[in-house]
């Protein structure tokens, strides 16, 4: 009786039984804050969901490995890693692709992407970091030991900069428009290497056969939150600029970077016989390979999963 006393506050109330959590992790990243504005909206119920604020891509890829966090919001090539790694990763929400919001920060007296050599790069340990570094010497014409690669999480860019600690930075929204105001400039960004960096919502396989309605509750908030700040910008924009650390007008401008994808896009990337997704995953691991970032092909026949689409079954 005793025994029974004492778990009974942990026992549900009228024979409910609790929700499983589905934990999604997520780094500070312009194109992932509908998530966020749509848990400030009242969108989630924090019973089903809970967005985990991470320090980097690398701390969501450890902890979806581990199964710490069942869903993380990613770069396709990172998904693509982890899914060679042996995580059954799919990815069932296509947020955007980068169209200038990946860039790459300079010291004002470097003006030319030649003028790198012997430079010192900050950049995360990360496959997105790495590809825009090696598109970046693509385009400079150096070979990766002619800089200075200075490793790097997200969150230190700006202190290394003013820190002197680097000559340029691998960067993204809204750290370049950070760094921007620390009086570094843009040298090179992601509309040269146009439909490469694409950012996915990946959910472990398993997770989503146990939660399924947590995984539609949370690609339907994306939605409803990309809606509202389509129709009420400045609401919008008011609630995601201080998460971000920019004005509202920075953040404004930092939208113009990426191109987000709405439900009928998505149902063009991830639905049909030939997803679109699939394809641009070929061409990227195409990229990839010869820069070690892969090993093999990737299998990708079960990578896009349009099922938790509004309106898909």
Not at 10 to 32: D, E, N, Q
Not at 273 to 299: C, F, H, I, K, N
Request: net charge negative; hydrophobic share 45%; aromatic share 4%.
């Amino acid at each position: 009786m005793l025994a029974m006393a004492a778990l009974a506050p942990l026992m549900p109330l009228g024979g409910c039984a609790v929700p499983p959590l589905t934990r999604v992790g997520s780094i500070v990243w312009i194109g992932y804050e509908p998530l966020f504005l749509a848990r400030e909206l009242g969108f989630y119920d924090p019973r089903r969901l809970r967005l985990v604020e991470m320090p980097s891509n690398t701390s969501s890829l450890m902890l979806l490995a581990t199964g710490d966090i069942e869903a993380a919001a990613l770069t396709l090539d990172e998904c693509l890693l982890a899914r060679e790694g042996g995580v059954d990763l799919r990815a069932i929400l296509v947020f955007d692709y980068s169209a200038g919001a990946d860039v790459v920060m300079a010291h004002p007296d470097i003006r030319r992407l030649d003028e790198l050599k012997g430079r010192r790069i900050g950049v995360e340990e990360t496959a997105a970091s790495a590809l825009v570094l090696a598109k970046l010497l693509e385009h400079a014409g150096l070979a990766p030991h002619e800089v200075e690669k200075v490793r790097l999480t997200s969150g230190r860019q700006v202190e290394a900069y003013r820190g002197k600690q680097v000559d340029a930075v691998v960067s993204w929204e809204p750290f370049a428009t950070q760094l921007e105001s620390e009086g570094a400039r843009r040298l090179f960004d992601s509309r040269a290497i146009p439909g490469l960096l694409v950012d996915v919502l990946a959910a472990r396989a398993d997770a989503l056969e146990e939660a399924p309605d947590n995984f539609r509750e949370l690609v339907a908030g994306h939605f409803k939150a990309q809606e509202h700040l389509q129709s009420l910008p400045d609401d919008a924009l008011r609630r995601m600029a201080p998460r971000l650390r920019l004005s509202h007008a920075d953040a404004r401008m930092a939208l113009q970077g990426i191109r987000m994808l709405d439900r009928a896009a998505n149902r063009d990337w991830l639905g049909g016989v030939s997803p679109r997704l699939g394809g641009a995953a070929a061409e990227l691991a195409q990229t990839m390979r010869p820069l070690g970032l892969l090993q093999r092909a990737p299998d990708l026949h079960d990578l896009a999963e349009p099922r938790f689409l509004p309106g898909e079954t």
